[in-house]
Antibody, heavy 116, light 107 residues
Framework: EMKLVESGGGLVQPGRSLKLSCAAS????????MGWVRQAPGKGLEWIGE????????KFSPPLKDKFTISRDNAQKTLYLQMNKLRSEDTAIYYC?????????WGQGVMVTVSS | DNVLPQSPTTVAASPGEKVTITCHAS?????MNWHQQKSGTSPKLWIF???KLASGVPDRFSGSGSGTSYSLTINTMETEDAATYYC??????????FGAGTKLELK
């Protein structure tokens, strides 16, 4: 069974950093682009960025490129999202996604709340 | 804002009714996918490459479109179809963009 399990979320103060992890199983992690999508409370889906199979290409949504870093560890089948200088508007559920001509599989999501 | 227009924003349908949701892509030559999200759960891929149904999706659903205009149609609405549907284009710049979402309610 294919799974993407995010972790590392929680309550964080404004201005701080946070790193999310996503553990993949049930498919050949090395063969896929992977990405992150977020959803603010009551709002729609916002694509954050993606990373290719060997980490040689990383792309971001233009408004978000200075806030996030994406990396992966193929040996550990794990995807990461480093978030910096967090603000209240970064409060959202963060989803790890597998990509194949778009998003084709979603994790269950992890909540990040930015508040003092 | 990098959000594709979808219409309608909200629609209510009775069981047995036909429902059509449309999405306007930002350019042509893209892949168009659709995702279904029910309240409190993560989205699921529902239709990919414009018209192909994801595994387990009932055949009352269909997708169509070309150029910059795409649609998702439910031939006969069922209770379980109440959800929010998002279109999602791929493979242009930026690589992935989502639609604003259409909330489908049961009348």
């Amino acid at each position: 069974e294919m799974k993407l399990v995010e972790s590392g979320g929680g309550l964080v103060q404004p201005g701080r950093s946070l790193k999310l992890s996503c553990a993949a199983s049930g498919f050949s992690f090395n063969d896929y682009w992977m990405g992150w999508v977020r959803q603010a409370p009551g709002k729609g889906l916002e694509w954050i960025g993606e990373i290719n199979q060997d980490s040689s290409t990383i792309k971001f949504s233009p408004p978000l490129k200075d806030k996030f870093t994406i990396s992966r560890d193929n040996a550990q089948k794990t995807l990461y999202l480093q978030m910096n200088k967090l603000r209240s508007e970064d409060t959202a559920i963060y989803y790890c996604v597998r990509e194949d001509a778009g998003v084709d599989f979603w994790g269950q999501g992890v909540m990040v709340t930015v508040s003092s | 804002d990098n959000v594709l227009p979808q219409s309608p924003t909200t629609v209510a349908a009775s069981p047995g009714e036909k429902v059509t949701i449309t999405c306007h892509a930002s350019s042509s030559g893209i892949y168009m996918n659709w995702h279904q999200q029910k309240s409190g759960t993560s989205p699921k891929l529902w239709i990919f490459d414009t018209s192909k149904l994801a595994s387990g999706v009932p055949d009352r659903f269909s997708g169509s479109g070309s150029g910059t205009s795409y649609s998702l149609t439910i031939n006969t609405m069922e209770t379980e179809d109440a959800a929010t549907y998002y279109c999602q284009q791929c493979c242009t710049n930026p690589p992935i963009t989502f639609g604003a979402g259409t909330k489908l309610e049961l009348k």
